[in-house]
C-alpha cells in the first residue's frame, strides 16, 4: 500500500470527522436510551464522539460547548435544557463556523441562522394527542372532570408544548378543569413526590392525571397506591414517551395511555453530520414520526419495542 512517513496514506486521507454532543442527562427512560442511540451510531458510522453530560444544567452544556468550540470539532449537537439563554454561546460557534444541530428540544433565538437544523418530536400535536384521547375517552361523562398536570422541567420545550397542546384540546368543553399543574422535573422521584402533595390537597378529587413524560407517570402511579387509590381505575392516567416501564405499568393495568416519542435520534443525526460534512444543505427541521398506545394494545406491541 502506500506509504507516507511510516503510515498507510488513507490513514491521512480518512481523518475522522469530530462531532460534540451536549446531552441534557440521564433524567429519564427516555434520556437513557437518546444517549445510547447516539453513542451506538456514533460508532457505527465511524463518527468520533466527544460526550458531555450536563447534568440536566444550563451553564454545563453552554461550558461543553465552549469546550468543543476550543477543540475546533467539526460539528456540535445538543438538547438544550430550556428554551431561552443560548444566543451567546450559539453565536460563539457561528463565530467559529462550527455548524450547530439542534437534537430532541427546541432553542428560542431571534436569529435562526444560529443553528442549522432541528430533528425531533412535535411536542404540541404530541400534548394534542394527548388530550384527544382524553376527550374521547370521557366524552360520556356528565359532571365536571379534575385533571392534575405534572409539567416537565421549567422552560423546556417540551414541557411549554406538551402544556399548550393539551389545553387547546380540552378547552374545547368547559367540564375539563386542570385543578393543579407544578413540575416534576420529568424525574420518577419528583413526579411521586408532587403526585403526593396532589392527593394531600385534592384527594379524592381527582380523576385524571396528565403526566409530561412516563418516568413521572411511574413515580405517580406509586404516589396513587400508597394512598390506597387504584391507579388507571381510580385515576385515569395519561403520559408520553411510550417507553418500556410505561408498557409494564400499562400491562399491570396502571397506566391508561402513552403517547410516542421516540428517542432514536441517533441514525439520523450521524447522517446529518455526514452530510453536512459533504457540504449538502440540512432541512432546517426533521420530523420524528410517532403513534400513540392504549393499554389495551400494550401487550401486543411490548415486544415490538425497542426502547
Ligand atoms: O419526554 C422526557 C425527557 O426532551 C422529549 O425529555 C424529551 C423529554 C422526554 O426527560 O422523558
Known sequence: AAMAGGLPLGAFAQKKVVLGFSQIGAESEWRTANTESIK????????????????QKQENQIKAIRSFIAQRVDVIAFSPVVESGWETVLREAKAAKIPVILTDRAVNVKDDSLWVSFMGSDFLEEGRKAGRWLTEKMKD??????IVELQGTVGSAPAIDRKRGFEEIIKADPKFK???SQTGDFTRA?????????????????????????????????????????????IVIISIDAVKGAFEAMMAGKLNVTVECSP??????????????????????????????PMEVAAKEFPKRKY
Open 264 to 293: 432514536l435520534l441517533g441514525p439520523q443525526l450521524m447522517q446529518a453530520v455526514k452530510d453536512l460534512k459533504a457540504g449538502k444543505t440540512l432541512p432546517k427541521r426533521i420530523v420524528t414520526e410517532e403513534g400513540i398506545f
Open 141 to 146: 361523562v356528565k359532571g365536571e372532570v379534575h
Open 178 to 180: 386542570i385543578i393543579r
Open 190 to 234: 419528583k413526579g411521586k413526590e408532587v403526585m403526593e402533595a396532589f392527593l394531600k390537597a385534592e384527594g379524592k378529587k381527582i380523576n385524571v392525571l396528565y403526566a409530561h413524560n412516563d418516568d413521572m407517570a411511574i413515580g405517580a402511579i406509586q404516589a396513587i397506591e400508597e394512598a390506597g387509590l387504584k391507579p388507571a381505575k381510580d
Open 40 to 55: 451506538s451510531a456514533a460508532k457505527e458510522h465511524g463518527i468520533e464522539l466527544k460526550f458531555s453530560d450536563a447534568q
